[in-house]
């Protein structure tokens, strides 16, 4: 079984910056994909960020790109999103997530299976 934990978040003045934390269990950490996705109230889950399992690749969605970055520590099985000039519409819930299938580098919310908690951040302007 696959855990999920995340650390981080929380209230911030818009262009301020915050940095999300997840850590995973288990020891297959570095052969899949790991995603940053975000859940604003009335809206779907979107994805913002996603690193496959070298670290090599990444995806950026438009509203966030040049602003955030993704990392990974396969070492210490972790993933964290850099998140810079935050801006109000950043707020969300922000979730982490594990691809489905291992070796393959997908942003579709379909193709996670394993979620972290959680996490508010909130943007004030």
């Known amino acids: 079984q696959v855990q999920l934990v995340q650390s981080g978040g929380g209230l911030v003045q818009a262009g301020g910056s915050l940095t999300l934390s997840c850590a995973a269990s288990?020891?297959?950490?570095?052969?899949?994909?790991m995603g940053w996705f975000r859940q604003a109230p009335g809206k779907q889950r979107e994805c913002v960020a996603a690193i496959n399992w070298t670290g090599g690749t990444t995806y950026y969605s438009d509203p966030v790109r040049g602003r955030f970055t993704i990392s990974r520590d396969n070492a210490k099985n972790t993933v964290s999103l850099q998140m810079n000039s935050l801006k109000p519409e950043d707020t969300a819930v922000y979730y982490c997530?594990?691809?489905?299938?291992?070796?393959?580098?997908?942003?579709?919310?379909?193709?996670?299976?394993?979620w972290g908690q959680g996490t508010q951040v909130t943007v004030s302007s």
């Open positions: 288990g020891r297959t950490f570095s052969a899949y994909t």
């Open positions: 997530g594990r691809q489905r299938v291992l070796g393959t580098f997908r942003t579709q919310l379909y193709e996670y299976d394993y």
